[in-house]
């Protein structure tokens, strides 16, 4: 590459002032000295007067305008939840929602001695060794499901005076098990 | 405090969705106009832009700051550019950027919907070869050093100082038949 080459690939940057100090005064020496870099100076600033970097940051600004970047939720690491606990805290949450249940059914003018106390239970035999059941909480509402029933014939039986939500729950739940069954 | 410094204090304070925000508001329209560079397609750069920074997003908890911000979006920006252009060269719907013409019928349409600087610009931008396209824009629109587009282009310095001045070269020749009539 000669001189001449050289410095005319030097005139875009020296219009738009890039050039270091030393540079923009070789090509300020060419210039005064060769009409065909000046001609060519005259050229390029033609350009970039007609391609204003002003006017192209604003196209671009008003297509970008319509952008919408939605940026997704950063997934938390998950923690670790041993499955027993899930199955004990549904029992809990199950057996707290039946109290609250049952106990809102309980008549307001009612005594409190009125309401019959739940009898202890005693042991006859004692267990030396007691190896406690591994439930699933599917498992756990079963066995709730069951004593509740249980509870409910043997006082239909015995003739005592039944919840009626309780009776609606049951009858409510009995049906739509059958209704399952049915579509089995 | 720039931008970057900014971004870099809050991503080291864990403020990695606040970093996001500034990231977004700083070089959304660089990404969409690199995308759009490449796509040649609005609604396809819109989509890209959302790509680029949810990709960045979940990137950034790893950026550290050892090349410019700017740098490491236009390689994202890049690589699913390319990606994006592969598919649809497969698929054998791309149109090739660099010898796109535009109909006479098109071109009407066009500037009723696009103002005069937009399609100007456009015709303008399509007459350059790709290298010599994103120097120009580089330089001229984004004002990088030499050494930034090299990195982001992988081209030597003297290579990309070889591109602009073609690239000028080119947009002034191409201005000149424009003025004496023979471009429309």
Redesign the interface.
Known sequence: MNNHERI??M???YI?G?LSEVDMHIVEKALASSHDLQHKHD??V???T??K?E???Q???D??E???????F?AKRKMFIPKIMIGTTTSIAACLLLWIGINEQTPINVEKSDIMKIPSIELTETIDEYTPLELQSEEVEEVILDEILTVYVSDIESGKEINPLLEKEITNYLLQENADEEVL | MKPEQDILHLLEKGKSHEAMSILMSNYKRFVHSTAMRYLRDDDDAKDLTQEVFIKAYNSLDYFRGDSKIQTWLYAITRNLCLNALDKKKRKGNIVQMDTLEISSDERSDRLVNESEFSHFFKQCMSILPEKQRETFILRHVEELSYEEISEMLGTSIGGLKANYFQAVQKLSQYLSSKKEGNIQ
């Open positions: 005319s690939q005139i875009p940057d738009n890039t050229e390029y033609h350009v970039f007609a391609l970097k006017d192209i940051i196209l671009m600004n297509e970008v319509s952008v919408d970047v939605i940026l997704p950063k």
